[in-house]
């Protein structure tokens, strides 16, 4: 397609129309002194990164969580997704694995939710691993959700 000379002239007397505003300067407004004592420390809101570790390590054990635990420690949508598959939802498999293993603990604020990597060992040096996330404001803590790698 091949643009005529009048279009491109049109266009450009349209454009040449249209008001030109210069952004606006950014004035910054006078930080106001405040003595250090006066400022509240910030404190992070729920569980911590160790205390979320910690509950993990319980919960999953050695060969995974107790019924206690299944009952007591879990988000409501993995109670609905275990209802609905024959595999464990909180182990990422049918069997009972060897040994578990937690990896450290990652904590995002601003998302409420912290979360490890859990590797389960089998046997002849197999392992697997899936992430289980806990909600931050859980109260009491529980496992929000599990995410199968494979």
Not at 102 to 110: D, L
Not at 111 to 122: F, L, R
């Amino acid at each position: 397609m091949m643009l005529k000379p009048y279009s491109l002239g049109a266009l450009l007397l349209t454009l040449s129309a249209l008001p030109v505003t210069a952004p606006a300067p950014a004035v910054a407004a006078p930080a106001a002194a405040v003595p250090a004592a006066v400022v509240p420390a910030a404190t992070p809101e729920g569980h911590t990164a160790d205390q979320i570790g910690r509950f993990l390590a319980r919960f999953y054990g050695k060969h995974g969580p107790s019924e206690h635990d299944r009952r007591h420690h879990v988000s409501q949508v993995l109670v609905e997704r275990q209802t609905n598959t024959q595999s464990d939802v909180l182990l990422c498999t049918q069997n009972e694995p060897q040994d578990i293993g937690i990896g450290p603990v990652t904590v995002a604020q601003a998302a409420g939710v912290g979360w490890a990597t859990v590797t389960t060992h089998w046997g002849a040096d197999k392992t697997d691993t899936f992430t289980a996330y806990v909600r931050l404001d859980s109260k009491p803590i529980r496992i929000d959700d599990v995410i199968c790698a494979g």
